[in-house]
């Protein structure tokens, strides 16, 4: 059961730093401070809204009815420090709020007659301390006081009977500070109900008789200002002596200036009393040790604190000094603020249960000692539980882990707020470590890899952790970790920590947290990734979904966000910058890439289907072809500049090869469309331009050389004539000195490339490299066809063609 205490305790501890702290927006209190004004009176122009007024350190010397007439809302009132001799009884009247007031350094004289405390009944705390008070009576007017629960007082004599009139009212500290106490009667703190009573001393004989009252009376006991001489400390150590005379349990042991023997000569005798706890603050050592000083071995008293002490010499052995400290046969040992800078191991097995050196200034070597050049590692500290190194000077985490590997029933370790750092070697912890507090070190994500595996709560906020990799030591058992103000750009991976529930990463650097990441924490159950600086885009809206209670479905327990909606804000863009990420709202189809590519393609293919279908209805792809072809042949004849000896003897502005199977078409439609009125051409063709007597190899040469061009009507006919396959052979070797514009290819019939020959070889060339004509069967086209054709066959040629002189 002490282990699930411990365990439950830390956890809580870890989270509710985080979760006690009140956001700007949480504080409503409205204070007004007016302190070391030089002001003599109190000003009339206040905001009503006031409800903590410091008016302290100015010369007002009386309060008036009219004074706080507007601040009706005014709970702190400090008036310390002023020269006040008289308050109007009417005062706080129109202040019932009232909780605390602060009348403590002025110059009221009569604790008999303060009536104005008969209209503060809400009065929880009351200072006036360091007035000019000669007795102190108090008047009936404290016995209206029944929510009072601190109580400053102070005078010159105490009588008995003086606090009757607060005999019912229950306080929690009573505080007098009579440094000018010239008298003091027995027995007469006996009306007095408090749990705890402040004393500031005088060191005269007078002390005596009140310490005793206050250790006999009071559960709580705090003496301040002791002497050196060494008095009151005499007085001290001979009333605890007295055992029926002490029923205190806590005693406080302030603002001292002490010889080192008075000082342990106290401890000592208070260790032989009933006083469960002994705390000292703000100690001044006089006459420090040079030899062991004796120490009790057995005591009563189960905690020490030391608070602010220190050594009014530079010659000492603090090697003495320690000693005398660690061996206390006490539970709890405190040593805070206090610069020892280094602390020795106990000779015999301690007792010490629970070790507190903070802030004092301890280096790597605390615990250990050195003989013959060998650290000898500390081994009498093994009941210690709990460990706080917080705020010191020490530096490797490997060599801290070697000096309490000892302290087998170790649970509780913190070493936050000092310099360390881990360099990779081995570490070798106590085997109990539950609880380990590395936060505000100088931690990298190495440390991974040098921490006790039995840890269940994991403090590394503060530190230069980058990323938390997934193969690093098993941690089984931890169940939270606090990664906050680090540098972490996504949420880690609980590949090492499987049992994590709780993962606080609040002032990172997460822009855009990949929630998917969370599905290897199988029972996270509280995030905190509050005030990082968050870019509001697509990839932040699985985040946003999770504050909603939905980013991870229902196959995972749900996961409580600390602190959402309000910190949580984007950084990024512009437009949402300072939003809450509750308030980011961004289109589903922006982010869904499927989505986003359905709503952009299935309208795009359905116009591409109905454009295909129009083309195909409409045969728009042969006239944008035909339209293109046209376009061409109109910019070569633009363009090209043709020499005047390239066309001499050129007569014809095309041969036409074709078969005689085709004949029909190149006299029915061929002829009249290109030498008609339409066209204006003069074409070649055998039937009527060849010359008689020669051979049909001489006049097919003869008009290839004398035509511009060579137009070729292919067709299935065309690819079986042995002469047209001499006509194509010729018009090629023409094509290389004329260019490859000089054979026109027009496609009569469908002609697939297994129909054509072998042979013609350069046909298949020729239709696989340029552009050809094709004759359509519907005759809407045809105008167009023609139009192509004769664009294709235009030139100034130098001379018509005479028919009847073909062959000179």
């Known amino acids: 059961m002490r282990a699930v205490a411990v365990t439950l305790w830390a956890v809580a501890a870890l989270l509710g730093v985080h979760q006690s702290t009140p956001s700007s927006s949480e504080i409503h209190t409205i204070i007004v401070n007016l302190s070391s004004k030089n002001i003599s009176a109190v000003p009339r122009n206040l905001p009503p809204c006031t409800e903590a007024?410091?008016?302290?350190?100015?010369?007002?010397?009386?309060?008036?009815?009219?004074?706080?007439?507007?601040?009706?809302?005014?709970?702190?009132?400090?008036?310390?420090?002023?020269?006040?001799?008289?308050?109007?009884?009417?005062?706080?009247?129109?202040?019932?709020?009232?909780?605390?007031l602060d009348l403590s350094h002025n110059q009221l004289q009569n604790l008999s007659d303060q009536r104005y405390l008969l209209l503060a009944l809400n009065l929880r705390d009351l200072d006036l301390t360091f007035n000019m008070f000669h007795t102190m009576t108090l008047g009936v007017e404290f016995h209206s006081l029944m929510k009072l629960e601190r109580l400053g007082l102070g005078a010159k004599i105490i009588r008995v009977e003086d606090f009757i009139n607060i005999t019912d009212v229950h306080l929690q500290t009573l505080t007098l500070r009579l440094e000018y106490l010239t008298a003091y009667e027995s027995g007469s703190l006996s009306d007095v109900q408090a749990e705890k009573v402040s004393i500031g001393l005088t060191n005269k004989p007078t002390d005596r008789n009140l310490i005793a009252d206050a250790l006999l009376m009071f559960n709580e006991v705090e003496l301040m200002g002791m002497n050196f001489n060494g008095m009151v400390a005499s007085y001290l150590v001979e009333l605890v002596k007295e055992r029926r005379a002490v029923n205190t349990t806590h005693l406080y042991l302030t603002n001292m200036a002490i010889t080192w023997k008075h000082l342990t000569n106290t401890i000592n005798a208070v260790f032989e009393s009933p006083i469960i706890h002994l705390s000292t603050s703000d100690v001044a050592i006089h006459i420090p040790p040079v030899k062991d000083t004796p120490g009790r071995?057995?005591?009563?008293?189960?905690?020490?604190?030391?608070?602010?002490?220190?050594?009014?010499?530079?010659?000492?052995?603090?090697?003495?000094?320690?000693?005398?400290f660690i061996n206390m046969p006490v539970e709890r040992l405190a040593m805070t603020e206090t610069s020892i800078i280094h602390m020795t191991c106990p000779k015999l097995p301690s007792g010490i249960l629970q070790l507190d050196f903070s802030d004092c200034a301890l280096a790597d070597t605390v615990f250990s000692r050195v003989e013959q050049q060998i650290t000898v590692e500390c081994t009498t500290l093994n009941k210690v539980n709990i460990l706080v190194l917080r705020g010191n000077n020490l530096r490797s985490l490997q060599t801290l882990s070697k000096r309490v590997q000892n302290m087998i029933s170790l649970r509780h370790l913190d070493l936050s707020l000092n310099s360390l750092v881990y360099s990779g070697q081995e570490c070798h912890w106590p085997p109990n470590i539950v609880h380990l507090n590395l936060s505000s070190n100088g931690l990298?994500?190495?440390?991974?890899?040098?921490?006790?595996?039995?840890?269940?709560?994991?403090?590394?906020?503060?530190?230069?952790?980058?990323?938390?990799?997934?193969?690093?030591?098993?941690?089984?058992?931890?169940?939270?970790?606090?990664?906050?103000?680090?540098?972490?750009?996504?949420?880690?991976?609980?590949?090492?920590?499987?049992?994590?529930?709780?993962?606080?990463?609040?002032?990172?650097?997460?822009?855009?947290?990949?929630?998917?990441?969370?599905?290897?924490?199988?029972?996270?159950?509280?995030?905190?990734?509050?005030?990082?600086?968050?870019?509001?885009?697509?990839?932040?809206?699985?985040?946003?979904?999770?504050?909603?209670?939905?980013?991870?479905?229902?196959?995972?327990?749900?996961?409580?966000?600390?602190?959402?909606?309000?910190?949580?804000?984007?950084?990024?863009?512009?437009?949402?910058?300072?939003?809450?990420?509750?308030?980011?709202?961004?289109?589903?189809?922006?982010?869904?890439?499927?989505?986003?590519?359905?709503?952009?393609?299935?309208?795009?293919?359905?116009?591409?289907?109905?454009?295909?279908?129009?083309?195909?209805?409409?045969?728009?792809?042969?006239?944008?072809?035909?339209?293109?072809?046209?376009?061409?042949?109109?910019?070569?004849?633009?363009?090209?500049?043709?020499?005047?000896?390239?066309?001499?003897?050129?007569?014809?502005?095309?041969?036409?090869?074709?078969?005689?199977?085709?004949?029909?078409?190149?006299?029915?439609?061929?002829?009249?469309?290109?030498?008609?009125?339409?066209?204006?051409?003069?074409?070649?063709?055998?039937?009527?331009?060849?010359?008689?007597?020669?051979?049909?190899?001489?006049?097919?040469?003869?008009?290839?050389?004398?035509?511009?061009?060579?137009?070729?009507?292919?067709?299935?006919h065309f690819v079986r004539s042995e002469w047209c396959h001499y006509e194509l052979y010729f018009a090629s070797h023409q094509r290389l000195t004329r260019g490859s514009d000089s054979v026109i290819l027009v496609l009569l019939e469908p002609l697939p490339q297994y129909m054509i020959p072998s042979k013609y070889y350069q046909l298949k060339a020729m239709m696989g490299r340029h552009t050809y004509l094709e004759w359509p069967q519907d005759r809407g086209k045809h105008r167009l066809f023609w139009a192509n054709l004769r664009a294709a066959l235009q030139a100034d040629l130098p001379t018509a063609p005479v028919r009847d002189d073909m062959d000179e």
């Open 53 to 100: 007024l410091d008016l302290s350190q100015n010369n007002i010397h009386k309060l008036g009815h009219e004074d706080f007439q507007v601040t009706t809302h005014l709970r702190f009132l400090n008036l310390s420090w002023n020269v006040l001799e008289d308050i109007d009884p009417e005062t706080f009247h129109p202040t019932p709020l009232l909780e605390s």
């Open 297 to 324: 071995n057995t005591s009563h008293t189960k905690s020490f604190s030391a608070r602010r002490a220190g050594v009014v010499s530079f010659f000492f052995s603090l090697e003495v000094l320690c000693n005398f």
């Open 444 to 716: 990298s994500e190495s440390v991974f890899s040098c921490l006790p595996n039995g840890t269940v709560s994991l403090d590394l906020q503060n530190n230069q952790i980058s990323t938390v990799p997934e193969t690093l030591l098993a941690l089984d058992s931890l169940l939270a970790l606090d990664l906050s103000a680090n540098r972490l750009r996504d949420l880690p991976v609980c590949a090492g920590f499987p049992h994590l529930k709780y993962l606080l990463l609040r002032e990172n650097s997460l822009h855009a947290p990949s929630v998917r990441v969370l599905e290897t924490c199988p029972v996270l159950q509280v995030l905190d990734a509050s005030r990082n600086p968050f870019t509001c885009t697509c990839g932040l809206r699985g985040f946003s979904d999770l504050g909603a209670g939905t980013g991870l479905g229902s196959g995972h327990p749900a996961i409580q966000l600390l602190h959402w909606p309000g910190a949580y804000r984007c950084s990024y863009p512009e437009a949402w910058r300072n939003s809450t990420l509750e308030g980011f709202q961004i289109p589903e189809i922006s982010c869904n890439v499927g989505l986003l590519a359905t709503a952009i393609l299935c309208p795009a293919v359905a116009v591409i289907i109905v454009m295909m279908t129009l083309c195909h209805h409409l045969d728009i792809p042969w006239y944008l072809g035909m339209i293109w072809q046209w376009t061409r042949a109109k910019h070569r004849a633009r363009t090209q500049q043709v020499r005047p000896e390239e066309l001499e003897g050129v007569v014809f502005h095309a041969f036409v090869s074709y078969s005689q199977h085709d004949a029909d078409w190149v006299k029915d439609q061929l002829l009249p469309n290109l030498e008609g009125s339409g066209g204006g051409l003069h074409i070649c063709r055998h039937e009527r331009d060849f010359v008689p007597g020669k051979t049909i190899v001489e006049n097919i040469i003869q008009c290839v050389e004398r035509s511009r061009r060579c137009v070729f009507v292919l067709s299935r």
